[in-house]
């Protein structure tokens, strides 16, 4: 059994002492100081009451097994019946070698379905956040390990994707998140050769803009802006545990933005911005030695610094032992945040299931809220991304597995009261 996509080891792989892998969570053109930012992690713009989580269909790529093995990671949209959901589907072989390829999904207001990745491609590609700007501009980001471990550059113009030529890091790439504050001025955030990576789109190429690395392996899981010279990119770094990292571009260079840690292990995996002033962060820390269990993780930029903030964890039930993962983040004003993410408490002797968290910040404090209630009862569950329409509607997407058919794609939204 598949019980874990690539995208669900690395975010997990992030936790160490668990298995993780990729996400992140979840990109707006910027015309003036009046229009949001849109980010392949989350888009930000005021918003009415809601509370509703609805799981919508979405389709899967059958492989060749019969298996499903799919999963989306980062979801953006421009409006309400033009939304773009992105992953990877696994697995599919030549010769002796198992591949993934990408994943990508279009919503036009009434369904989901399955739009043809570029046929030039690079083998074992997955998407891992996305972008959209209008109906004709939309950009996905993600990496293809085979056969040079590269990162991969997606773009849609209206009619099709087509891959985008990007700057080689040598023995490794991968980008995990994506802003477009215009269609001139794109910015993409990962790794590439143990290092921080940052690429940066000026309308006709995209280059390497020098940013901070700290030690050891260096990771940026995430970006978000609110204008040119207002952005924030988050993620991790092993020196030798794993480190929460922050660092902020003023428009003309990159400094540290890390807060003060006092945990054993910790990673920051999403950011969204309000303001210049209101940026938040949402991720993971492990308390102490003593206690390496995974627990959520939120802190609040205030224009100079970020600040911890407290945040809830699913209690766990008597003798279990229990870990709760934020991985992606939406602010759609000062009092009113979403975090989404996962969720596991395992038995003393063994495994457990994982399940989708949601929690909000209500201004004053952060709470756990109620998903969908099959999401509830479901063996496996997560999300890996959410973003915001400028509607205000919410759509959150990841994976989900049904024992009868393998690990499916995940795609929640959130409708007002």
């Known amino acids: 059994m598949r019980a874990v996509t690539k995208v669900f080891l690395r975010v997990y792989w992030a936790c160490a002492t668990i298995v993780l892998a990729s996400c992140s969570s979840g990109s707006q053109i910027v015309p003036s100081q009046a229009a949001p930012v849109r980010s392949g992690v989350a888009n930000e713009t005021p918003l009415a009451r809601m509370s509703t989580w609805s799981v919508i269909d979405s389709p899967d790529v059958l492989p060749p097994d019969g298996f499903y093995d799919d999963t989306l990671s980062g979801v953006s949209g421009d ?13 599919y072989t030549h010769g002796s070698q198992e591949y993934t390829h990408s994943l990508i999904e279009h919503w036009n207001g009434s369904v ?31 990496n293809a390990p085979y056969p040079n471990n590269q990162a991969v550059i997606e773009h849609w113009n209206g ?18 998140s994506i802003v477009a504050i215009s269609r001139n001025n794109v910015w993409a955030a990962g790794e590439g050769n143990f290092a921080a990576l940052l690429e940066h789109w000026n309308g006709k190429k995209w280059s390497f803009v020098p940013g901070l690395t700290m030690g ?39 400094t540290d933005a890390t807060p003060f840690n006092s945990f054993f292990q910790s990673d920051f995996a999403s950011v969204t ?41 699913k209690e766990p039930k008597s003798g279990y032992l229990l870990y709760n993962v934020l991985v ?59 973003a915001k329409l400028r509607s205000g509607v ?24």
């Open 328 to 386: 992606g983040v939406v602010a759609q004003s000062p009092s009113d945040v979403w975090a989404v993410g996962g969720w596991t408490d395992y038995a003393g002797s063994g495994s457990g299931n994982t399940l989708s968290l949601f929690e909000r910040w209500n201004g004053k404090a952060w709470r756990v809220e109620p998903g969908p209630p099959s999401l509830e009862s479901n063996n496996i569950n997560q999300l890996l991304g959410i």
């Open 273 to 313: 911005a309000v303001s210049a002033h209101h940026y938040w962060t949402v991720g993971w820390e492990e308390p102490n030695q003593s206690n390496q269990v995974p627990q959520t993780l939120t802190e609040h930029w205030n224009g100079s610094e970020f600040n911890f903030v407290r945040s809830p964890n």
């Open 159 to 176: 009619k099709k994707w087509s891959v985008v030529s990007s700057p080689y890091v040598y023995n490794n790439a991968e980008l995990l």
């Open 79 to 91: 409006s309400l019946k033009d939304v773009w959901a992105v992953g990877n589907v696994c697995c």
């Open 112 to 142: 989901w379905s399955i739009v043809p990745f570029p046929k030039d491609e690079p083998a074992d590609s997955s998407l891992r956040a996305v972008a959209a700007i209008s109906s004709n501009d939309a950009w996905a980001v993600g």
């Open 394 to 417: 919410l759509w959150a997407v990841g994976n989900q597995f049904v024992p009868s058919s393998g690990t499916e794609t995940l795609t929640v939204r959130a409708t007002h009261n």
């Open 216 to 254: 050891g392996l260096t990771i940026l899981n995430s970006i978000a802006a609110t204008g040119p010279n207002d952005i924030m990119a988050v993620g991790t770094f092993s020196s030798p545990n794993l480190n929460f990292f922050a660092e902020h571009w003023d428009g003309s260079s990159w």
